[in-house]
């Protein structure tokens, strides 16, 4: 079946980066979208950006331009988001999903980030 | 602030049916079909529930409905069951910004 399993719990610095990764498995890879989305404690979801496997093109996040880059790795299936210059409030469940007219589905299981000094 | 207008929460009794609204407008829920639900458990990943407005992927419950007037998008649970306890989630296309928005989430209660 399709399944994201993506990396384990982060905890960094303030200012620091992570690096999280998803590997996909189920579905030919180059033929959907990867969205990053994130969930602050108690808090809805929000979305960071999308790569297309395929070609590798990205569309960031206003909010996020600058600080994250996605990229993919089609020979092992693998999406992976980094988010540079950490700050407390990005503390967060941040998730991969596939993704294609919209429909995020499946979603990986999440990674906990959690910046703290 | 989050793009889409949700009701913080909405509850119900067992058997019962609720309907939870999504307010957008021109640019996103107005402005095309690319409208879905997602369903979150406690400490769970998001579910798709509703694509498309009104599609419901392979195995989800006959349950759930979709629906869409104008610039507001609903989401319909009957016969709700204790199970049916979560959080959900409305998303649409934004034409104005090429991106994905989302509501702040539903806390459904079953009394």
């Known amino acids: 079946q399709i399944q994201l399993v993506q990396s384990g719990i982060e905890v960094k610095n303030p200012g620091a980066s992570v690096k999280v990764s998803c590997k996909a498995s189920g579905y030919h890879f180059t033929e959907n979208g990867i969205s990053w989305l994130r969930q602050a404690p108690g808090q809805g979801l929000e979305c960071l950006g999308w790569?297309?496997?395929?070609?590798?093109?990205?569309k960031y996040a206003e909010k996020f331009q600058g600080r994250v880059t996605m990229t993919t790795d089609t020979s092992t299936t693998t999406a992976y988001m980094e988010l540079r210059s950490l700050r407390f409030d990005d503390t967060a469940m941040y998730y991969c999903?596939?993704?294609?007219?919209?429909?995020?589905?499946?979603w990986g299981q999440g990674t906990l980030v959690t910046v703290s000094a | 602030q989050p793009a889409l207008t949700q009701p913080a929460s909405v509850s119900g009794s067992p058997g019962q049916s609720i309907t939870i609204s999504c307010t957008g407008s021109?640019?996103?829920?107005?402005?095309?079909?690319?409208v879905s639900w997602y369903q979150q458990h406690p400490d769970k990943a998001p579910k798709l529930l509703i694509y498309d407005v009104s599609n419901r992927p392979s195995g989800v419950s006959d349950r759930f409905s979709g629906s869409k007037s104008a610039n507001t998008a609903s989401l319909t649970i009957s016969g709700l069951q204790p199970e049916d306890e979560a959080d959900y989630y409305c998303t649409s296309y934004r034409t104005s910004s090429i991106s994905w928005v989302f509501g702040a989430g539903t806390k459904l209660t079953v009394l």
């Open positions: 021109t640019s996103d829920v107005g402005g095309n079909n690319y």
């Open positions: 999903v596939k993704e294609w007219a919209g429909r995020f589905d499946p």
């Open positions: 790569i297309n496997p395929h070609n590798g093109r990205t």
